[in-house]
């Protein structure tokens, strides 16, 4: 028919195009990754591939395409599924019939497949119909599928042809899905205008391995580790004109990632030098209202999750605490629905949207046995917001800026809410099988807790340093009892604070004979 003939020229001549790529671009690691599979896949590495490119929305999954596409131009077709036009040929005819047609016309065997769950809850089916397609016909072809929230929350994932561990192009090996997030404060410091003494190392370690040693070494009291550090983070340079030691340049970066986050969008705009906040709300907003949209991918409605991130904005306060039943009764009163009317698995349904879209990260009680500690409370969770600017979304219109006088313009208050959001969220980076935990009995509270290597840490957000000691000692006291119920034998329990106002690591010993470490949380998330 002329009218799909005119869309598949249509579509034929966009695969054609190249230099899409914006100005800017965020994502090198991501993309490098990607174009040594697809390297390795041109050069005979593997017959076929799929490679499944999630993220939040607005994080830049396009754009890397659109690299890629340049990258590739004479073998990579960008279709967006998203476009009316095309959902309608897949829907009247069916996404393999799309993707062959180009292939056999265009010659091109790379195929971009962006924001595939635009499709719906046939997603799955129509990418499985075409890799059995490929499959059956011995076709080389490499999919790269992009998608947000749904692709991994629909309890469809599994469905793509048994692919859900691994991209393995040859000699290159890509977890699969690969979630592309917003950009963390260490790849924000890029090169550092400093030398240390020698001139010969870096200052900040960049290879993920020397981060985690580091860090293991750090957070164990490694006095040899620490000496070293803190001379580096006393060395000077001359930025700006002016002499500043890199513990303060750091400082600075630090302070302007807490107040526009990682975002692409943001990270290139211009903001306001009276107010930069009203801009991040205004852009961060529009990002988080984009999510929305793929709500029914788990069969909830527009109105649920716009009046679950008010309930637990009103419930949290900032904070990221969360009693679940209080954050049911508050999304009951929103919604306006009584407890016969209600469905009783709507909040996991919920919160597991919002992490599968990459807006939270959650953190549960750590794992003892309860009936030794009947005062903990396993109705509560912790909710971390994955990047600042959504801090600044949910809760701008809360703070009165205009009663704080520090030249930040918010409060030191402000900060601790806002640094245990950003420290706790980042440590999911550290690799995808990271488990965030907490505890917190009614007296004491630990931020966050995570194992690494076979060292569990326990962590305390604190923003100045007045009550590290204090803090210190408390969570040494829970982590000698914490041990003593150990199943896991664990060797190592670590007591760490990460404090936003210090400059160099210092370490305290402890009453119960352990070692507490406190991190200024610049260099802290630097290790990230």
Same mark, same amino acid.
């Given at each position: 028919?002329?009218?799909?003939?005119?869309?598949?020229?249509?579509?034929?001549?966009?695969?054609?195009?190249?230099?899409?790529?914006?100005?800017?671009?965020?994502?090198?690691?991501?993309?490098?990754?990607?174009?040594?599979?697809? #390297?390795?896949?041109?050069?005979?590495?593997?017959?076929?591939?799929?490679?499944?490119?999630?993220?939040?929305?607005?994080?830049?999954?396009?754009?890397?395409?659109?690299?890629?596409?340049?990258?590739?131009?004479?073998?990579?077709?960008?279709?967006?599924?998203?476009?009316?036009?095309?959902?309608?040929?897949?829907?009247?005819?069916?996404?393999?019939?799309?993707?062959?047609?180009?292939?056999?016309?265009?010659?091109?065997?790379?195929?971009?497949?962006?924001?595939?769950?635009?499709?719906?809850?046939?997603?799955?089916?129509?990418?499985?119909?075409?890799?059995?397609?490929?499959?059956?016909?011995?076709?080389?072809?490499?999919?790269?599928?992009?998608?947000?929230?749904?692709?991994?929350?629909? #309890?469809? +994932?599994?469905?793509?042809?048994?692919?859900?561990?691994?991209?393995?192009?040859?000699?290159?090996?890509?977890?699969?899905?690969?979630?592309?997030?917003?950009?963390?404060?260490?790849?924000?410091?890029?090169?550092?205008?400093?030398?240390?003494?020698?001139? %010969?190392?870096?200052?900040?370690?960049?290879?993920?391995?020397?981060?985690?040693?580091?860090?293991?070494?750090?957070?164990?009291?490694?006095?040899?580790?620490?000496?070293?550090?803190?001379?580096?983070?006393?060395?000077?340079?001359?930025?700006?004109?002016?002499?500043?030691?890199?513990?303060?340049?750091?400082?600075?970066?630090?302070?302007?990632?807490?107040? %526009?986050?990682?975002?692409?969008?943001?990270?290139?705009?211009?903001?306001?030098? #009276?107010?930069?906040?009203?801009?991040?709300?205004?852009?961060?907003?529009?990002?988080?209202?984009?999510?929305?949209?793929?709500?029914?991918?788990?069969?909830?409605?527009?109105?649920?999750?716009?009046?679950?991130?008010?309930?637990?904005?009103?419930?949290?306060?900032?904070?990221?605490?969360?009693?679940?039943?209080?954050?049911?009764?508050?999304?009951? %009163?929103?919604?306006?629905?009584?407890?016969?009317?209600?469905?009783?698995?709507?909040?996991?349904?919920?919160?597991?949207?919002?992490?599968?879209?990459?807006?939270?990260?959650?953190?549960?009680?750590?794992?003892?046995?309860?009936?030794?500690?009947?005062?903990?409370?396993?109705?509560?969770?912790?909710?971390?917001?994955?990047?600042?600017?959504?801090?600044?979304?949910?809760?701008? #219109?809360?703070?009165?800026?205009?009663?704080?006088?520090?030249?930040?313009?918010?409060?030191?208050?402000?900060?601790?809410?806002?640094?245990?959001?950003?420290?706790?969220?980042?440590?999911?980076?550290?690799?995808?099988?990271?488990?965030?935990?907490?505890?917190?009995?009614?007296?004491?509270?630990?931020?966050?807790?995570?194992?690494?290597?076979?060292?569990?840490?326990?962590?305390?957000?604190? %923003?100045?340093?007045?009550?590290?000691?204090?803090?210190?000692?408390?969570?040494?006291?829970?982590?000698?009892?914490?041990?003593?119920?150990?199943?896991?034998?664990?060797?190592?329990?670590?007591?760490?604070?990460?404090? +936003?106002?210090?400059?160099?690591?210092?370490?305290?010993?402890?009453?119960?004979?352990?070692?507490?470490?406190?991190?200024?949380?610049?260099?802290?998330?630097?290790?990230?």
């Amino acid at each position: 028919m002329p009218e799909e003939d005119k869309l598949l020229r249509k579509i034929s001549n966009e695969c054609a195009k190249t230099s899409q790529v914006v100005s800017e671009f965020y994502h090198g690691r991501w993309f490098k990754m990607i174009k040594r599979a697809v #390297n390795s896949f041109q050069r005979g590495g593997c017959d076929k591939e799929l490679l499944v490119l999630t993220g939040p929305r607005r994080v830049g999954k396009t754009t890397i395409l659109f690299k890629l596409h340049d990258e590739f131009k004479r073998n990579a077709c960008y279709i967006n599924v998203e476009d009316s036009d095309v959902r309608r040929y897949i829907t009247t005819h069916s996404l393999k019939d799309l993707v062959i047609f180009l292939y056999k016309n265009t010659k091109r065997n790379i195929f971009m497949l962006d924001e595939i769950t635009s499709l719906g809850q046939e997603w799955s089916r129509a990418v499985k119909e075409l890799w059995d397609y490929l499959e059956k016909n011995n076709l080389r072809i490499f999919l790269i599928i992009t998608g947000s929230a749904g692709i991994l929350i629909s #309890n469809k +994932y599994s469905d793509i042809a048994g692919r859900s561990g691994y991209c393995k192009s040859g000699e290159h090996t890509l977890t699969n899905p690969l979630v592309v997030l917003p950009k963390k404060f260490s790849e924000l410091l890029g090169e550092l205008p400093y030398k240390t003494p020698s001139g %010969r190392s870096p200052i900040i370690p960049l290879k993920w391995r020397d981060r985690i040693s580091t860090l293991i070494k750090i957070t164990g009291a490694d006095r040899s580790t620490i000496d070293s550090v803190n001379t580096t983070l006393k060395i000077t340079t001359i930025t700006q004109k002016q002499q500043i030691s890199l513990s303060n340049y750091m400082r600075a970066v630090f302070d302007d990632f807490l107040v %526009r986050g990682g975002f692409p969008q943001l990270l290139q705009a211009h903001l306001s030098t #009276n107010n930069p906040y009203d801009d991040v709300h205004r852009i961060a907003t529009n990002i988080l209202d984009s999510i929305h949209k793929d709500a029914t991918l788990l069969n909830l409605k527009d109105v649920e999750t716009r009046n679950f991130l008010v309930a637990y904005k009103n419930v949290a306060r900032m904070s990221t605490l969360i009693d679940i039943v209080k954050l049911e009764n508050e999304l009951k %009163r929103l919604l306006n629905i009584t407890n016969k009317k209600s469905d009783p698995n709507l909040i996991p349904k919920l919160i597991e949207f919002f992490r599968g879209a990459h807006i939270l990260v959650e953190a549960v009680p750590l794992t003892i046995d309860v009936d030794k500690d009947p005062q903990l409370n396993m109705n509560l969770k912790k909710l971390f917001l994955i990047d600042p600017s959504l801090f600044w979304a949910i809760y701008y #219109n809360d703070i009165n800026f205009n009663n704080y006088k520090s030249q930040k313009n918010y409060s030191m208050t402000i900060i601790g809410f806002l640094l245990e959001h950003t420290v706790c969220s980042h440590l999911i980076r550290l690799g995808r099988d990271i488990r965030l935990e907490f505890y917190n009995d009614g007296e004491i509270d630990i931020d966050c807790i995570f194992e690494l290597q076979g060292n569990k840490i326990f962590l305390q957000v604190e %923003r100045s340093g007045k009550e590290v000691e204090k803090d210190l000692e408390r969570t040494a006291d829970i982590i000698k009892k914490i041990k003593a119920q150990d199943k896991n034998s664990l060797k190592n329990y670590y007591p760490v604070s990460v404090v +936003y106002e210090l400059d160099e690591i210092i370490t305290y010993d402890l009453s119960n004979g352990q070692t507490g470490v406190a991190i200024p949380a610049h260099y802290f998330l630097s290790l990230i």
